[in-house]
């Protein structure tokens, strides 16, 4: 019978988050303790280690776990067009205006992309706009840049092709035009030549030279305590131009300062303009 995880060890728990923090650069300490605490005991289970002093141990000793739980704590779950009510809120609700504003040459900030499935949605919708109003030539000025910390993450998202639990809310007649073909899925040339990726960490650096006309940054904000939300909130109303709009996931909302900064275009779909 395997033994119970020492989950009432404040201390053992704190000497490896700073273990971490100093040996990786990953700063565990802008984390909120609970999902940290939930992740770290997935890899203990996983190498049968009781005790987070034993676990650091076992960091110690294989370097390839560290990066198995670099890969659980950045939480990279996802799919193409998750939560599909607020990308289609996306494409009519704002899209349009951006479109009219930058005359095609949109950029497109995917702040936490993970392995890539938001930057290619939104290079889908991108496309799919231009392609409504036979304006795809102006999409040569376009970028959707997608930035995560995950490198093994971002090497997926080059390589394009998605499996079937990727499509799961993807509507037929965008998964026939932009991921042709059998599993696993290529995207098609089209969304390839808007789309470009970059390690970055979101805490440590700043945001990628903008300006930027839209940042979406969905379900990454929720692991992070709430004086990181918000210096991250005034980070993404720096980088964004005047008008240029926020895009969070279901169940983040603004904090602090920035409910000042941004008005609501779609409170419930979670899209906000920069004032």
């Known amino acids: 019978m395997t ?3 020492d989950a009432d060890d404040p201390e053992g728990l704190a000497r490896l ?5 100093v040996e990786r650069g990953f700063r565990c300490g802008s984390y909120k303790e609970r999902c940290l605490r939930r992740r770290i005991a997935v890899r203990m289970r996983a190498k049968g280690v009781h005790t987070f002093d034993d676990y650091a141990r076992v960091l110690d000793a294989d370097a390839h776990e560290y990066d198995r739980l670099l890969d659980a704590l950045t939480i990279n779950v996802t799919k193409l067009f998750r939560n599909w009510d607020s ?10 205006k951006l479109w009219d504003v930058t005359g095609g040459a949109m950029r497109v900030w995917s702040a936490g992309t993970s ?3 938001e930057a290619y949605s939104l290079a889908a919708l991108l496309h799919r706009h231009a392609e409504s109003r036979g304006e795809t030539a102006r999409l040569d000025g376009a970028l959707v840049l997608g930035t ?8 997926a998202a080059a390589r394009g092709t998605f499996g079937d639990a990727a499509f799961a809310d993807t509507p037929a007649e965008l998964r026939e035009r932009y991921f042709p073909g059998a599993l696993p899925a290529a995207a098609a040339p089209e969304l390839r030549s808007l789309v470009a990726f970059e ?5 440590l650096e700043p945001p990628p030279a903008g300006p930027w006309h839209l940042i979406v940054c969905r379900n990454v904000l ?5 004086q990181t939300q918000e210096v991250l909130f005034e980070r993404f109303h720096e980088a964004l131009a005047p008008g240029g709009m926020l895009f969070l996931g279901k169940v983040e909302t603004l904090l602090g300062p920035a409910r000042q900064r941004f008005a609501a275009v779609d409170q419930r779909e979670r899209i906000y303009r920069r004032l």
């Open 87 to 96: 990308w289609s809120a996306l494409a009519a609700k704002a899209l349009p």
């Open 199 to 203: 390690h970055r960490d979101l805490l």
């Open 115 to 117: 392995s890539g499935e």
């Open 3 to 5: 033994a119970p995880l």
């Open 17 to 21: 988050l700073v273990k971490v923090t």
């Open 148 to 155: 995560d910390i995950d490198r093994a993450s971002l090497a």
């Open 222 to 226: 929720i692991y992070f305590d709430r």
